[in-house]
């Protein structure tokens, strides 16, 4: 089985052999101009040059739009008003009542976004933890279960969306299952609870696989003899999870918290084929918010939502900003070990 | 000698793609999308235009409805595109559809065929000829007879109010155990007939929007209630946020419900889903106190300005309207023809074996003939889609109790001048 | 208890008992397994059924086609039922037309005999059946081949790209000192937080300025310099110790071959799991390639079943078909590649 | 030939001076071992030499050529590495031809050269494996053959034993040996273990916080050592060391022990354990009480407090009958005295 993707790799390898050996004179001249630093340069180059034409500059020219205004696409086309669309999305009369917001619906998706953030994360790291746990046992077919779990990771956000929305709406397949048990038929989606828990629920199914094998890591590092001493000691289990296990899982959790964390944010494509934000607006989140002020609606405002846009960005730099910490709080304790 | 190279060059270049002008046939981007089958027969029809004029080709580009919404318009900002497309946003980038005056061969065919809905996609004052409408459509109600007749429920006459209907899809409703009375599509076009039928009017004096008004917010109102009491199936409107479109075709397919308010382009849809489970009717739009209006309104075929071709574009353009050619398109379809000849000329043979299509059909034509002025002036007015995007989705969250009516009203006042000021920088 | 299912259940407990937590890790696992593969079945039982039954309440958990009987006297084959008579006895009969709420009918063994039967005593009679046309349709009309390998050319040169592109960043920031090295790395981090889907209007812009409209490399440029792969491939690499490369650079070794020869092959894991991702992420991509190909002999598979979702109907048999298409690479992947994927994010991946 | 020569070399990290101004010529064929207390700076000056790091100042240069801006590629030395840094994804075959190749030498030479060394170093038939399957010795010899194939001006071995077990390391320390003798090639050997540097070692530097204390043959490092740090630095167990002041060319040490020195003032009196033996009861002693007994059978440690407190360690032939707390007179070979200044510079007796 193993034998395909190998052949295949070596169909594949041979002509990027060829070239890499075929470049390798002049950069060996340049290395030689150079020295190192202009080799980093070297390697550096394609990325960073795909990366500031197609992600940066992007982003610098959203920064731009967000003070212009108009509904023109092209930049060219449209009037610069600073500040003004900033000052639109930040106005409120009061400020724990999105509906009293100059844009209340930015308010409503970040509130909305804020209490799927906290609650999906929570449930992301309590399900993927129990699951790490119990995959960590000495079972059979611990292999098979361990990539049962991750399958939905592999679906694209759209299918996903488009899976559970076939299940649980009027005519799915939860219904199915509740008429067989006699129970009475749910329109799921039609309740602000319901809709609101789904897209929670389908979203912890659809990436618990992968933080479950991160934690599922963390927690096949942790050295056999610290629970065997702990043995010898007669630590009840309980006291041996949170006093071992735990706080030694700690690094792994961190990185779940922030990677669910930003995800969680950025949550688009499949609460937008799943729910489109209802019912009313209970599920409609930021990036759907900006998707469709910006680019989908018939009340399009490209500049309001490179505003919002920017607003959330900073909000996920500060995100990335703690990240960053924790990671190298983790780099310097790994090196001590 | 530089000069002599590039001259040299240049000719070599002209010569080649005057070569090339010969031996290869013009290529014409079409962009399409489909409710149905009509994108397999619009290929059938461009497959013999072909036929006959070896010197075009004309390639038909399906695309999802939501290309056509979101990304032909950013590719008309910046002067690309298709030469042909199929388009629904008829008036708001009328800037971009080619004037087809100079280049089709009998304007006045045009004129006199396609002329009384040229404005719905010009700018306003412009005598272009911009495209066609590939169909007409037409809002309107269909009743699920058989429902009706099981439930011992007469189905109320063409003069019956909304009230009216309402109270018998309800009795039918609860007679049947269904689901709800009823279920108007998600959509701010679909309830602006309903709207004008209440004394509703957009359009203030200066062909400015004007506030919402009493008329419009009389509808609104039942609306709400209704689907607060339950009567109208409520994840139609409320399980979705912003404009998103969403029909209840599928509930009234499933005999859910006994009465659905869309519109005419439902007709296949239905013909096909529904088969022989159960007879249903078109209804006509039911009245409010000032009239019973629906509301036209249609998709259109546009050349695009862009195009480097307009020639050739027009002789498609040319094919395409010709008389036989729209007759068979809506025949084969069943949608309502946009074409004056055919429409008098009557007499469509639509292949259908559905005995419940042609009536359906007729009653559109027929309820195209009901609408009130307020509701005809909407698809040639350039800020209907603003006013549309804001009812749909303020009414929505009145529905789903997120707001109060009165609140409602206020935030669709403001969401409309936010478009009109974002507009006009 | 059997060896074998000894062997299967082997748990915690000490001695024939079982211990609570065993019952609850079974629980969890086939209740997982259940809820993992559950919904992706009912998708695929789903994309069999015709448009009607779709939509039909409540739903039936196979696809079902109606049973039809060919009747003397009758051209076409009659639709089969079942009738309940007034006695309470059910018989099978075929239907020759309906009239409002009555059903005109006929028994298949004598079909002179005409009997009508209120339609509510009657219920189609059924069988599990395939709507294959949902399948056979779309691959037969649309340019499937086409979009077949336009997705397999937008995948796996956005793969080797991204493989070779960010492992090479990688290795420049993972293994040289420079100025400004964190100020690139802290760059490329904080990228990895913007989502496409706010950036769709500049992006556009940027990728028509340079032409790419309605071309593939529209498509795998934008996704290419994934700062998630840079990210990915320096934590692995810095693992790899550096007296290799100086190992190498003392046996005459250009810097470019250290990179080809050294830490390319020893990255093998981390490259492996950033070309999977790649792949499924590239084959999934949905929303850029609609925006940026409109052009019919640029589809890939995602946009062409997407011209099923029109403005006032979305044909959904056709779009779930379509989308179990797409689905089979992927889940091929999962099937041969389950467990190199999952060692390999446990063990190489994330650190 | 590999004759390398350094010049006033200095090395900073950042503001650190890490290297601070080396002088160090060693001749063709020599082998020269750096030896120093871990950050003494001797594997930085190793790196310098590969070309791997650039000095801050000063030249460096083999065979007469100044080769400070050359790449480690171009200086034509090779390198064993303390973790051996085998490429791990290559066979041992590929593992000695990798840097062959990048030369672009001939096939037949490289089969030609990877067969001799492979005999030398015994490794024949573990060509074609890869390195998670050698033990430790065989991943030491594929590291050095490594080395060989390439035929280099001269071999720098990064503490090439130290990640072996003692057995294996004393067989590989004479393997090491031989090879030198046999290739007859320049070789620099870094090293923390005096025992390896003793053995191998033509000359020893003896490096501390990036300067060298001392450069010298082994036998006058142990006889005659510069300084106090390489008296204290080189044998084993280590020197024992008096502070005490002269006067009239007399010093005493503890338990009134009197030596003769040339000078006065403050001096260190060293005499290394091995120079120590119990006393007759006439002589005249160091006095103390036993704090530590270790027999290792044909020799005994003895370790001791002097009367005012001076540790003091002996080691004595055969197993005299000790205990701790016994009171121990300990008597010395005044010849072997080692005699320290003020500053810890060795006085020479007059």
């Not at chain 1, 990036?287 to 909000?315: C, D």
Request: hydrophobic fraction near 45%; charge should be negative; include cysteine.
């Amino acid at each position: 089985m193993a034998a395909i993707p190998r052949t295949l790799g070596a169909i594949v390898t041979a002509p990027l052999t060829w070239i890499a050996r075929a470049i390798d004179p002049p950069l060996r001249w340049w290395q030689r101009l150079t020295g190192l630093n202009g080799m980093a340069a070297v390697f550096l180059l394609p990325n960073l040059a795909i990366f500031g034409v197609f992600v940066l500059f992007p982003l610098v020219l959203n920064v731009v739009y967000s003070m212009t205004a108009g509904t023109n696409i092209l930049l060219g086309d449209r009037s610069f008003v600073g500040l003004d669309q900033y000052q639109r999305l930040l106005t409120c009369e009061d400020y724990t009542q999105a509906i009293t917001c100059r844009e209340d619906m930015f308010w409503t998706a970040a509130g909305n976004t804020f209490f799927f953030v906290v609650l999906q994360v929570s449930m992301m790291i309590l399900v993927s933890t129990i699951t790490a746990l119990i995959l960590n046992r000495n079972i059979r077919g611990r292999g098979f279960f361990r990539a049962v779990f991750f399958f939905p990771v592999l679906l694209s956000p759209v299918v996903v969306g488009l899976i559970w929305r076939w299940i649980l709406q009027r005519q799915g397949l939860l219904n199915l299952i509740m008429v067989n048990l006699g129970m009475e038929p749910e329109v799921w989606l039609n309740d602000r609870a319901y809709a609101f828990t789904a897209t929670i629920g389908v979203s912890v199914w659809a990436h618990m696989g992968f933080y479950t094998l991160i934690l599922l890591a963390g927690l096949q590092a942790i050295p056999k003899d610290l629970y065997e001493a702990a043995e010898m000691d007669g630590t009840p289990p309980a006291r041996v999870f949170w006093r071992i296990t735990l706080p030694l899982l700690g690094p792994n959790l961190a990185v779940v918290l922030v990677l669910a964390l930003i995800r969680g944010v950025q949550i688009f494509d499949e609460v937008y084929v799943l729910t489109g934000g209802g019912p009313g607006t209970s599920t409609l989140y930021l990036t759907q918010y900006i998707y469709e002020v910006g680019f989908a609606s018939i009340l399009r405002n490209p500049g309001l939502a490179a505003a919002a846009s920017i607003l959330m960005g900073l909000v996920l730099v500060v995100l990335t900003l703690v990240q960053l910490g924790l990671s190298r709080r983790n780099e310097q304790r790994g090196s001590r070990q | 000698m530089k000069l002599a190279t590039s001259l040299a060059a240049l000719a070599v270049a002209g010569l080649g793609t005057a070569a090339l002008a010969q031996d290869d046939p013009v290529e014409l981007r079409m962009m399409w999308y489909s409710d149905g089958i009509e994108g397999e027969v619009m290929q059938d029809l461009l497959d013999r235009f072909e036929e006959q004029n070896p010197d075009i080709d004309v390639v038909l580009d399906n695309v999802a409805y939501q290309v056509i919404q979101e990304q032909l318009p950013i590719q008309l900002a910046s002067g690309q595109g298709p030469d042909i497309a199929r388009v629904t946003n008829l008036k708001e980038q009328a800037q971009h559809w080619l004037d087809l005056r100079e280049h089709v061969e009998d304007p006045a065919y045009w004129d006199e065929n396609f002329g009384n809905r040229f404005d719905w996609m010009r700018e306003d004052g412009s005598d272009a000829i911009p495209g066609f409408l590939t169909q007409l459509t037409m809002v309107g109600g269909f009743a699920n007879r058989t429902l009706f007749e099981q439930a011992g429920v007469e189905i109320p006459g063409d003069d019956a109010t909304w009230d009216e209907w309402v109270e018998a899809s309800d009795q039918v409703a609860q007679d049947q155990g269904l689901v709800a009375a009823f279920a108007v599509d998600r959509s701010g076009h679909r309830i602006s007939g309903p709207n004008v039928s209440y004394g509703g009017d957009y359009i203030g004096e200066d062909g400015m929007p004007a506030e919402i008004d009493d008329g419009t917010m009389e509808y609104v109102t039942k609306l709400v209630n209704w689907t607060k009491e339950g009567k109208q199936l409520p994840e139609i409107w409320v399980s979705a946020a912003g404009t998103t479109y969403r029909s209840g075709a599928d509930d009234f397919i499933n005999a859910q419900i006994p009465f659905l308010y869309s519109g005419s382009w439902q007709v296949a849809n239905l013909s096909t889903k529904i088969g022989d489970a159960f007879d249903w009717v078109a209804i006509g739009s039911p009245c409010g106190d000032v009239g019973c209006s629906g509301l036209a309104g249609g998709a259109a075929l546009v050349g695009i300005k862009y195009t480097d071709h307009p020639e050739e574009v027009a002789r498609v353009m040319d094919y395409l309207a010709s008389e036989e050619v729209v007759r068979e398109f809506s025949e084969r379809t069943l949608f309502l023809p946009a074409h004056q000849g055919v429409v008098e000329a009557g007499g469509l043979d639509f292949q259908s074996e559905d005995p419940n299509v042609p009536p359906a059909l007729e009653r559109f034509v027929q309820a195209s003939n009901e609408t009130l002025p307020a509701a005809d002036a909407l698809p040639a007015w350039k800020w209907a889609n603003a006013y549309y995007g804001a009812l749909v989705t303020r009414i929505s969250q009145a529905m789903a109790g997120e707001i109060t009516l009165e609140e409602a009203r206020e935030l669709m006042n403001r969401d409309i001048a936010d478009v009109v000021q974002n507009a006009s920088q | 208890m059997s060896a074998a299912s000894r062997f299967v259940f082997r748990r915690r407990g000490h001695g024939n008992r079982w211990h609570w937590t065993d019952v609850v890790t079974w629980i969890w696992l086939i209740g997982g397994t259940v809820l993992m593969f559950g919904p992706a079945l009912w998708l695929v039982a789903s994309s069999f059924k015709g448009p009607a039954q779709l939509a039909e309440f409540p739903p039936t958990l196979l696809p079902y086609t109606q049973i039809t009987a060919q009747v003397e006297g009758y051209d076409d084959p009659l639709p089969l039922f079942t009738v309940t008579q007034e006695d309470g006895s059910t018989t099978i009969l075929a239907e020759i037309r309906r009239i409002g709420t009555s059903a005109q009918m006929v028994d298949p063994d004598t079909p002179s005999e005409r009997i009508d039967v209120d339609i509510e005593n009657r219920a189609p009679l059924r069988e599990v059946g395939l709507a294959t046309e949902n399948y056979v349709e779309p691959l037969v009309t649309n340019d499937f081949l086409r979009f077949l390998w336009n997705s397999v050319f937008v995948t796996v040169m956005a793969t080797l790209i991204t493989l070779l592109t960010n492992s090479m960043a990688a290795f420049a920031l993972s293994k040289y000192r420079f100025a400004g090295r964190d100020a690139v790395m802290l760059l490329i981090v904080a990228t990895l937080m913007v989502p496409l889907s706010v950036i769709l209007v500049p992006l556009y812009s940027v990728v028509n300025a340079t032409g790419l409209l309605n071309s593939l490399w529209g498509v795998i440029l934008p996704t290419v310099a994934t700062p998630t792969g840079v990210f990915l491939l320096r934590q692995y690499m810095l693992t790899i110790p550096d007296e290799l490369l100086e190992a190498a650079r003392m046996d005459n070794a250009s810097e470019w071959q250290i990179y080809w020869r050294i830490v390319l092959p020893l990255a093998a894991p981390a490259l492996a799991v950033l070309a999977i991702f790649s792949v499924v992420w590239r084959w999934n991509d949905f929303l850029w390639p609609l925006i940026v190909l409109s052009r019919r002999e640029t589809y890939t598979l995602q946009v062409g079943l997407n011209t099923y979702a029109g403005e006032l109907n979305v044909q959904w048999h056709y779009i779930l078909a379509m989308t179990v298409v797409t689905m089979i690479p992927v889940v091929l992947v999962f099937v041969f590649l389950q467990r190199f994927i999952t060692t390999g994010i446990a063990g190489a991946g994330i650190k | 030939m590999g004759r390398i020569a350094l010049n006033d070399i200095r090395k900073s990290f950042g503001k650190t001076e890490v290297i601070h101004g080396v002088d160090l010529a060693v001749e063709d064929g020599e082998l020269v071992v750096f030896v120093g207390p871990s950050g003494c700076g001797k594997s930085t000056l190793l790196r310098l030499i590969a070309g791997l790091d650039r000095p801050t100042s000063g030249t460096i240069e083999i065979d007469g050529a100044d080769v400070t801006r050359h790449s480690a590629a171009n200086r034509g030395l090779a390198m064993v590495f303390q973790s051996y840094a085998l490429y791990p994804h290559m066979t041992v075959r590929q593992n000695l031809s990798f840097g062959l190749e990048n030369t672009k030498m001939e096939r037949a030479e490289i089969r030609r050269r990877i067969e001799d060394s492979a005999r030398m170093l015994e490794i024949e038939e573990l060509l074609d494996r890869r390195p998670t399957q050698l033990s430790g010795g065989q991943r030491q010899r594929v590291a050095i053959g490594r080395a060989i194939v390439r035929e280099p001006s001269a071999f720098l071995l990064d503490e090439p034993l130290s990640n072996l077990d003692a057995e294996l390391r004393v067989t590989m320390r004479a393997e090491l040996a031989q090879l030198h003798e046999r290739l007859g090639t320049t070789m620099i050997y870094v090293t923390h273990d005096q025992i390896e540097a003793m053995t191998l070692a033509d000359r020893i530097v003896v490096l501390r916080k990036g300067r060298i204390e001392q450069v010298d043959t082994p036998l006058n490092l142990y006889n005659r050592p510069a300084n106090l740090f390489v008296a204290g630095f080189i044998g084993a167990p280590n020197m024992n060391f008096f502070e005490t002041t002269a006067s009239d060319g007399r010093a005493e040490l503890p338990g009134g022990l009197h030596i003769d020195v040339p000078q006065d003032g403050k001096i260190t009196a060293g005499i290394r354990p091995q120079h120590l033996r119990l006393a007759n009861r006439e002589e005249e002693a160091l006095e103390g009480t036993v704090t530590l007994v270790e027999a290792l059978g044909a020799e005994t440690v003895v370790h001791a407090r002097a009367l005012d407190g001076t540790a003091m360690v002996t080691v004595l032939s055969g197993q005299p009958n000790l205990g701790i707390g016994d009171a121990i007179r300990i008597a010395l070979d005044r010849g072997e005295v080692h005699l320290f200044d003020a500053e810890g510079q060795r006085i020479d007796p007059s």
